[in-house]
């Protein structure tokens, strides 16, 4: 078989089984099971493949098939444009969650903060992101040793694990110290509604990673009740939330005596990241 008639033969099945992005995701599997450059799709492409290459891209369209993201069959994606590397343990990062490591970088800039806490780490996108980009030094938790494995990985991978602490923690369990910052893209699911979701998600993401209680708000309270525990006087709290969250969790930070309260949004115009002051 050619690598054309490869790439063909994938791209027909995948559009067979109603996959939107069945060209992007044929081109990514025969890439990845060759390997070749995008450019060498086409220059190669009535090249003869030898049968193991056949072979793994025909495993990856059965896992393609059973709506398994790319980014687990490929085990890695692109955030903030840096490498991470994923396990079914990490939740797929997210172009939305870019805003919420901008608002916390324009903080950085503006106020010289140094010390970050990010809860619920996972991956370890936000955290080793803020690192590549400014000259923090963090502290990353979560519950999963599995994410913690990655997220470590990661940042060994992008270069940053010297100014990096990960813990395995229950929130605020196992954390020591005060933070300039503290981050969290908490889970923040309704619990009833983790069962419509897209099974790309419901069926292969962490659901621990996204079941936010009976309101989808647990976290949110959880974290700001303890929070002035472990902020500086004047420290930000930031987070990701849903787009239909923005009102209650301001309501939860003022609470929680925390002030000048900004709602950001992504890219569509929905409401994507909450911050604010610690009085």
Same mark, same amino acid.
Request: net charge negative.
């Given at each position: 078989?050619?690598?054309?008639?490869?790439?063909?033969?994938?791209?027909?099945?995948?559009?067979?089984?109603?996959?939107?992005?069945?060209?992007?995701?044929?081109?990514?599997?025969?890439?990845?099971?060759?390997?070749? @450059?995008?450019?060498? &799709? /086409?220059? %190669?492409? +009535?090249? $003869?493949?030898?049968? *193991? =290459? !056949?072979?793994?891209?025909?495993?990856?369209?059965?896992?393609?098939?059973?709506?398994?993201?790319?980014?687990?069959?490929?085990?890695?994606?692109?955030?903030?444009?840096?490498?991470?590397?994923? @396990?079914?343990?990490? &939740? /797929?990062? %997210?172009? +939305?969650? $870019?805003?919420?490591? *901008? =608002? !916390?970088?324009?903080?950085?800039?503006?106020?010289?903060?140094?010390?970050?806490?990010?809860?619920?780490?996972?991956?370890?996108?936000?955290?080793?992101?803020?690192?590549?980009?400014?000259?923090?030094?963090?502290?990353?938790?979560?519950?999963?040793?599995?994410?913690?494995?990655?997220?470590?990985?990661?940042?060994?991978?992008?270069?940053?694990?010297?100014?990096?602490?990960?813990?395995?923690?229950?929130?605020?369990?196992?954390?020591?110290?005060?933070?300039?910052?503290?981050?969290?893209?908490?889970?923040?699911?309704?619990?009833?509604?983790?069962?419509?979701?897209?099974?790309?998600?419901?069926?292969?993401?962490?659901?621990?990673?996204?079941?936010?209680?009976?309101?989808?708000?647990?976290?949110?309270?959880?974290?700001?009740?303890?929070?002035?525990?472990?902020?500086?006087?004047?420290?930000?709290?930031?987070?990701?939330?849903?787009?239909?969250?923005?009102?209650?969790?301001?309501?939860?930070?003022?609470?929680?005596?925390?002030?000048?309260?900004?709602?950001?949004?992504?890219?569509?115009?929905?409401?994507?990241?909450?911050?604010?002051?610690?009085?």
């Amino acid at each position: 078989m050619t690598q054309g008639e490869l790439l063909k033969n994938i791209k027909k099945k995948l559009k067979q089984a109603d996959i939107e992005s069945s060209r992007i995701d044929s081109e990514l599997i025969v890439m990845e099971a060759v390997p070749c @450059t995008r450019v060498q &799709l /086409i220059t %190669r492409e +009535d090249d $003869e493949l030898p049968p *193991e =290459a !056949v072979k793994r891209a025909e495993k990856m369209l059965e896992r393609r098939l059973l709506r398994e993201p790319m980014q687990y069959i490929l085990g890695r994606c692109e955030f903030m444009a840096l490498p991470f590397e994923l @396990t079914a343990d990490t &939740l /797929i990062p %997210r172009g +939305d969650t $870019e805003c919420l490591v *901008e =608002a !916390v970088l324009t903080h950085i800039n503006n106020s010289g903060a140094r010390t970050v806490l990010d809860i619920g780490t996972g991956s370890g996108a936000v955290i080793i992101s803020l690192a590549v980009m400014s000259d923090i030094s963090g502290t990353a938790v979560d519950i999963s040793e599995g994410a913690l494995v990655q997220a470590q990985k990661n940042a060994v991978l992008n270069g940053v694990s010297e100014r990096i602490k990960f813990l395995k923690s229950d929130l605020f369990s196992a954390v020591e110290g005060r933070f300039d910052i503290i981050v969290s893209n908490p889970p923040y699911i309704r619990t009833d509604v983790i069962p419509t979701l897209d099974g790309q998600v419901k069926d292969y993401e962490p659901v621990a990673a996204l079941d936010g209680g009976e309101d989808g708000l647990d976290f949110y309270r959880r974290i700001a009740r303890s929070a002035p525990l472990y902020l500086e006087s004047g420290g930000l709290i930031a987070f990701e939330i849903g787009f239909d969250q923005a009102d209650e969790v301001r309501k939860i930070l003022e609470n929680e005596n925390f002030y000048g309260i900004i709602i950001g949004k992504d890219l569509a115009g929905l409401d994507r990241t909450v911050i604010a002051r610690l009085k």
